[in-house]
């Protein structure tokens, strides 16, 4: 799957392929062919994934290039990388769909849907048809002239020369060596047509090796898998060039005073630290920067200032955190230029000092309900997720993490959540919950959504064929199932009743509903229902029914 940083995606699909080739060298049986259809999908969504993110790479490319006179060549080189690939691409793709068309026997409407549609191929385990379209009878001699395997190889290395030329140097375009040559290597990794291997004493080449008496599944995959490499390669290509532009510039241009803080959140008794920097300047970059007072019109201070340390560039500032509420500070930056001038660069930041205080909200209301999950958002005003320490007090787990918790409460009638913050000198209590603890609240029966006294045909009842059960009005989504219920029906002054051991009518009950006659009254009642807190089955009300 070539060369550049690959998402872990990729990186599985190019590991199945290598392990199927080697499984398909053993013979091994012709079901591995469908995890083949697997690997050709999934390389088909990556050579989309790739075209997408060129086109949207030379889209910042252009609106560099119309606010930068010199990206313009750099763009015109990235623009005729895209275009090479998509025709090699465009040529695979035809490839594909003659292989398909000769060994499927199909016309050319059809091969245009099963080169991607893979699994709709019938002779997908034929070895004969692909090598004599690409190859030819003698793999000692391939066949050459117009979509065959050696015309496939002369253009990849035409195109892997075209890329390596387009990463020279010239006119209004310089890249730096140790920019550029990684992506050469790359690039000439990705398309490299010389490999061969020798196997029981004789010599495979490049195109033996990926055409020759290979499953049809097998030689659209590995298709599919040079146009990933090649589209890698201009991604590489585009990349490095887009990266080329002002590589030489070692200029700073612009200059802006930044306030980083370590946190804008403090708590009373906590220390708030900041870095005070000034942009685009170097470590070496003389600084002199005072805290006090800014007049921002004039960009000095309002007296003589107190001046901070600076760090390679950094100027550190660190005070307690006394009171409560919003605290402003700021400054200013003074820059010895190298002609010996000096500038002020003001800056003003603010923080809030508050006391700890933490917020815990359970995602659906107020309550936990007994035996099932009940999910919880826990957060802490100027702490990070990961840095949060809840535990439960009650009948009771806590588990999750990240700021995101599910709770499980088997009884009891009230519960707390308590939440610790951890800090670099230590935990500190940020608050606690309580929440009521109650069970799940009883279901309703249904027949056809409906409830209670119902009017209905005896064609609509017959047609629902069972009792479902729900909760009405409730916040959580959890799933009921109806284990048993009892019907009773008179027919022509014959009672019957009738019994289910699961939510759907019997045959019986379904044979007494088609020969009632309208007014019949049919009642459904003794509805038992399993819920997922794992309590008894729950007595659900009945419903009457009267056949219209």
Known sequence: MGGGKLPPRQKMIGMMYLVLTALLAMNVSKDILNAFIVINEGLHQTNTNFEDKNNNTLKIF????????????????????????????????????????????????????????????????NYDEPTRVLIGPEPATPITGPNTANELKSKIDGLKNELVKLLDNGPGVVLL?????????????????????????????????????LPLAAVITNLSKL?????????????????????????????????????????AGEEYEADVLLS?????????????????????????????????GLGKYKVGASGEGL????????????????????????????????????????????????????????????????????????SGSKG????????GTECTINVNAKFANGNKNMGS??????????????????????????????????VIAKFENFDFDLPVVVSSFNMSISVKGILSEMQSSSKSFTPEMLAKIAS??????????????????GGPARSLPGINIKLK
């Open 327 to 398: 605290q402003k500070w700021g400054g200013i930056i003074i820059l010895e230029k190298p002609d010996g001038t000096k500038e002020n660069f003001p800056f003003t930041a603010e923080y809030m000092v508050a006391k700890p205080a933490a917020a815990v909200s359970a995602d659906k209301m107020n309550v936990f309900y007994i035996g099932v999950d009940n999910p919880v958002t826990i957060s802490a005003a100027g702490v990070s997720p990961e840095n949060l320490q809840p535990s439960l007090s009650g009948q009771g787990s806590l």
């Open 177 to 213: 060596d140790r920019d550029k040559k990684p992506v050469v290597e790359s690039v000439k990794k990705l398309l490299n047509t010389e490999i061969s291997v020798v196997e029981n004493g004789v010599k495979e080449d490049w195109i033996n090796l990926n055409f020759y008496h």
């Open 516 to 533: 009632a006659p309208p007014g019949t009254k049919v009642y459904i009642e003794n509805i038992k229902a399993k819920l997922p807190d």
């Open 404 to 411: 995101k918790y599910n709770v499980k409460v088997n009884g």
């Open 62 to 125: 252009e609106a560099v290039a119309a606010k930068d006179p010199k990206a313009g060549p750099y763009l015109e080189r990235a623009k005729k990388a895209q275009k090479l690939a998509h025709e090699l691409s465009i040529y695979i793709d035809n490839l594909k769909k003659l292989v398909i068309k000769e060994t499927e026997k199909c016309d050319d409407k059809a091969a245009d849907t099963l080169y991607v549609k893979m699994r709709s191929i019938g002779s997908k385990d």
């Open 227 to 267: 146009q990933t490499d090649v589209n890698n390669a201009e991604a590489d290509v585009i990349k490095a060039l887009y990266s080329g532009v002002g590589s030489n510039d070692v200029k700073f241009d612009s200059f802006k005073a930044q306030v980083i803080a370590k946190s804008s959140y403090v708590f």
């Open 433 to 466: 919950s309580k929440f009521r603890v109650k069970r799940l609240p009883d279901p309703y029966a249904f027949v056809m959504g409906k409830r209670g006294d119902v009017i209905m045909s005896k064609g609509e009842l017959g047609a629902a064929g069972a």
């Open 280 to 312: 685009a300047s170097s470590s070496s970059q003389k600084l002199t920067i005072l805290t006090g007072a800014v007049d921002t019109s004039k960009r000095t201070l309002n007296g003589e200032g107190k001046p901070l340390e600076v760090v390679a």
